[in-house]
């Protein structure tokens, strides 16, 4: 039973292909979803601002601290969010774990091949080659996934076709519920 809106969260390192899958998944989906890529909300910071180190750290923790309780804030009020970020640091999958009903979260593992990842890194010019090397294993450590896809095999429509087609017989518990279940100890190894 869901108390609010589906998040379809998107899992996966930088350059993966998730906001590429979330526009697909808007075109494809049936009912109304809102896309919430965790880059818009870094991109609303002024950029005039020159920051310390420390500074730095604590803006970019509060960004994404107030990017969760944003998508749990549209989900609380009914709306259905396809949810575009990644599980780098382990204490983000820990808040959205406090934050979203578990039971309304389809946790969606967006996989890519490191050479691959590492070519559209430089093909984008807009992030450090390197990037998703160094986010790739914390970003899947926690292991557990309703649904997988691979960008590497398949292209953004195939992943949001997929995706669709579990939504409708997705089981219970969910991943989210597992993971929650699991507890702080066990969430990453």
């Known amino acids: 039973m869901t108390t609010g809106g589906l998040i379809i969260f998107l899992n996966g390192t930088s350059s993966s292909g998730k906001s590429s899958i979330a526009e697909e998944l808007l075109a494809t989906l049936d009912e109304t979803y809102f896309h919430l890529p965790v880059d818009r909300f870094h991109a609303m910071r002024a950029r005039d601002r020159q920051y310390t180190p420390d500074e730095l750290t604590d ?3 509060r960004t994404w601290q107030g ?3 944003a998508v749990a804030g549209m989900a609380a009020g009914g709306n259905n969010v396809v949810v575009d970020h990644l599980f780098s640091q382990e204490w983000r999958l820990r808040d959205c774990l406090a934050l979203f009903e578990p039971q309304d979260v389809v946790l969606v593992g967006v996989h890519c091949p490191l050479p691959e990842l590492e070519r559209r890194e430089r093909a ?4 450090p080659v390197g990037l998703a090397a160094g986010q790739i294993e914390q970003v899947h450590a926690h292991g557990l996934y309703d649904v997988e896809v691979d960008t590497g095999v398949s292209s953004p429509a195939e ?3 997929k995706i669709k087609e579990f939504l409708p017989v997705r089981p219970t518990p969910t991943a989210f519920q ?3 279940e699991r507890g702080e100890a066990r969430l990453f190894g």
């Open 178 to 180: 597992q993971l929650r």
């Open 124 to 127: 984008r010019g807009d992030r």
């Open 67 to 69: 990017f969760h309780r």
């Open 59 to 61: 803006v970019l923790r």
């Open 159 to 161: 992943c949001a076709r």
